[in-house]
Nanobody, 128 residues
Framework: QVQLEESGGGSVQAGGSLRLSCAAS????????MAWFRQAQGKERDFVSV?????????ADSVRGRFTISQDSAANPKFLYLQMNSLKPEDTGTYYCATYTPVGNSYCSTSGGSYTYWGQGTQVTVSS
């Protein structure tokens, strides 16, 4: 069972940047879909971005053009990243990384319920 641990959260002013990392206990190459979700206090968990092992990427409309998802370039990658630029107060929340392998060759889901493994989350606070 893979363990995921997020880091890199913090408090920044609007317009600032943060880079989140997700460290896996084993190579993430074996997982088809690696994603970031976030949850604001009192709200439901929202999809942020997902990267498929073949390199295909998807972003939520609210972060497209500002956030960049990536994996480390090692032969057996163990890190997932989320570069967040031009942060807005509405980006505030707890950010989680998650992974799963879809059945067959289907697309990567944007629904958190599809994901098998989750980290504990890292807090991001953006002040205006």
């Amino acid at each position: 069972q893979v363990q995921l641990e997020e880091s890199g959260g913090g408090s920044v002013q609007a317009g600032g940047s943060l880079r989140l990392s997700c460290a896996a206990s084993e190579s993430i190459y074996g997982f088809i879909c690696m994603a970031w979700f976030r949850q604001a206090q009192g709200k439901e968990r929202d999809f942020v971005s997902v990267i498929r092992r073949d390199g295909r990427i998807n972003y939520a409309d609210s972060v497209r053009g500002r956030f960049t998802i990536s994996q480390d370039s090692a032969a057996n990658p163990k890190f997932l990243y989320l570069q967040m630029n031009s942060l807005k107060p509405e980006d505030t929340g707890t950010y989680y990384c998650a992974t799963y392998t879809p059945v067959g060759n289907s697309y990567c889901s944007t629904s958190g319920g599809s994901y098998t493994y989750w980290g504990q989350g890292t807090q991001v606070t953006v002040s205006s």
